[in-house]
């Protein structure tokens, strides 16, 4: 059974830090790129941040406002990505979720399992 759990969210004040972890099972994790969409209240999911699964991973991120303070970054060993995000703004708040990806910008369910996401609250 594919799944993603997701985890790290949490209520944080503008400029604080959160690392938010995806652990993925039941399927091979390496021969997937991986990355994290969010949604905001009342808007549409948007794609965050895609890292290959290379040995020698190459990333991209796809929201002009995050580049320079979210970085994503996976473990192989251990079947998770993570996002580390810092310096945190009202705007950031979001379920942010992990998918499988391409580096051209496309989101999908892993065999139809999408991850349930964690809440990110940044208060002003």
């Known amino acids: 059974e594919v799944q993603l759990q997701a985890s790290g969210g949490g209520l944080v004040q503008t400029g604080g830090s959160l690392r938010l972890a995806c652990e993925a099972s039941?399927?091979?994790?390496?021969?997937?790129?991986m990355g994290w969409s969010r949604q905001a209240p009342g808007k549409e999911r948007e794609g965050v941040a895609c890292i290959s699964s290379e040995d020698v991973t190459f990333t991209t991120y796809w929201i002009d406002s995050v580049k320079g303070r979210f970085f994503i970054s996976r473990d192989n060993a251990k079947n998770t990505v993570y996002l580390q995000m810092n310096d945190l703004k009202p705007e950031d708040t979001a379920v942010y979720s992990c998918?499988?990806?391409?580096?051209?910008?496309?989101?999908?369910?892993?065999?139809?399992?999408w991850g349930q996401g964690t809440l990110v609250t940044v208060s002003s």
């Open positions: 998918s499988a990806c391409t580096l051209g910008g496309d989101f999908y369910a892993v065999f139809g399992i």
């Open positions: 039941g399927f091979d994790f390496d021969d997937f790129a």
